[in-house]
């Protein structure tokens, strides 16, 4: 790629993305966002990873994945069937969010990404091209393959003593996939997509004349999605079509409101069960915390450890990061500004692994239905923490991080246009 100017996604300032060598990575100089990386031949080994992905996930769906023993019974489970038996046991919207975020998400990325690099490898790119690549871009924090695997280890462990387990082809298969879908996801660079598709259709970008400095402040604004500027009157986004906006619509709104819903959520999360095991007709039933005391006590320590990680200690950091990052901007603070883009990137890389326990419910009730002999059924808390999880990952992508920068005085955003010394500087006096 030749050279590109970008508005940084997180504080807004231009800066001149050129060329980059393979295993090099181009970061912003004021807030340190990674603006683009560059993998060797990735076209290629996106095309390889994403065909492979592809395939082990179709060959996970028909073989069992597990089958679960006791007694002279067995109950064996596969993907697709997992889905079907949530949904005939009556829980609707367990069966929605396993095959949404374990399957149909998935397999929606991976076909977008053959269908735009097979013809981009013979440097060829359609108007639809655009289109699938806008639609990657929105549907990537919704792939949850690698959650899903972790859930299924924290399912086998909890259930271990409960019966004989017997891992099928389908998990070495699913296994697979994950893997690749995230070989794949890693090779593909959104700046160097965008500019591919522009270079195969043989359109050249000229973006509006700026200086070095925030992109609002120069009347322009950057696209979300594909990052090229424009000028702050435009409505559509020339290259992907997508809506423009120099900030996120009603950011601190949104965050606020999905933030408030997620924490009452987290209440009955707690209090109520998240799972009933039912065995010979007791049933037992256990919360988030029951059930991490519970591993704790029958030695499975790493387990334990990762339940209370992702169920208990990741909700509560990014519901309180999110609520500092909220109310630090509505009060117009202007310090500890490198603290609060870290904590802003933090919340938007582990938000999803929460969902781990979600996938521990649904996978235990898939397998574990034996009749009156043992029985695991969701608690009414699966739903609300699902909701939890759900809603902080909606309230994290509606916070727009260039607010924090918003609040520091126009004085200070002037030294920047001069260059990078007073910007070490600035930096220097904020912290
Ligand atoms: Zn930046
Ligand atoms: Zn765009």
Avoid at 55 to 78: I, T
Wanted: hydrophobic share 50%.
């Amino acid at each position: 790629m030749s050279s590109e100017n970008v508005a940084c996604h997180c504080c807004d300032l231009i800066v001149e993305v050129s060329t980059l060598k393979p295993g090099c990575k181009a970061h912003c100089p004021r807030c340190g966002h990674l603006l683009s990386s560059q993998t060797a031949n990735a076209y290629n080994k996106a095309t390889a990873f994403a065909a492979s992905a592809l395939l082990f996930l179709l060959l996970s769906l028909p073989f069992p994945f597990m089958a679960f023993q006791s007694q002279g019974r067995e109950q064996q489970v596969s993907l697709i069937q997992s889905g079907y038996d949530l949904l005939i046991l009556g829980f609707p919207l367990l069966a929605l969010l396993l095959s949404v975020f374990i399957l149909i998400v998935p397999s929606l990325l991976l076909c977008a990404y053959l269908l735009i690099l097979i013809p981009l490898r013979k440097n060829t790119a359609y108007p639809w091209s655009y289109t699938l690549a806008r639609l990657i871009f929105t549907l990537h924090p919704w792939a949850m393959a690698e959650v899903f695997l972790i859930g299924v280890l924290v399912s086998l462990v909890k259930i271990s003593g409960m019966a004989d387990l017997v891992i099928g082809m389908s998990f070495w298969a699913y296994v697979l996939f994950a893997l690749c879908l995230i070989a794949t996801i890693t090779c593909i660079d959104r700046l160097q997509l965008w500019h591919s598709l522009d270079k195969a259709s043989s359109i050249q970008r000229t973006p509006p004349k700026h200086n070095y400095g925030g992109a609002m402040q120069q009347q322009l604004q950057s696209c979300h999605c594909c990052g090229l500027i424009h000028h702050l009157d435009a409505h559509n986004c020339q290259r992907c079509s997508s809506s423009l906006h120099p900030r996120i619509p009603a950011s601190l709104q949104k965050t606020w409101a999905f933030l408030i819903t997620g924490a009452l959520l987290y209440i009955p999360a707690n209090i109520y069960p998240i799972m009933h095991t039912r065995l010979l007709g007791a049933d037992e039933p256990s919360t988030i915390l029951g059930g991490v005391v519970l591993l704790w006590q029958h030695g499975s320590y790493p387990i334990a450890l990762i339940v209370f990680i992702a169920s208990i200690l990741i909700p509560i950091v990014k519901m309180l990061a999110l609520f500092w990052l909220a109310l630090s901007v509505q009060a117009g603070h202007q310090n500890r500004v490198s603290e609060r883009i870290w904590m802003y990137r933090m919340t938007e890389l582990i938000g999803r692994w929460s969902m781990i326990d979600v996938f521990v419910v649904a996978v235990l009730v898939a397998l574990v239905q034996l009749g009156g002999l043992a029985s695991i059924l969701p608690g009414i808390a699966v739903t609300a923490f699902a909701g939890v999880v759900i809603l902080t990952m909606l309230s994290a992508i509606n916070f727009d991080p260039r607010l924090i920068w918003d609040n520091l005085d126009k004085d200070e955003l002037h030294i920047i246009k001069s260059g990078q010394e007073p910007l070490n500087d600035l930096l220097d006096e904020i912290n």
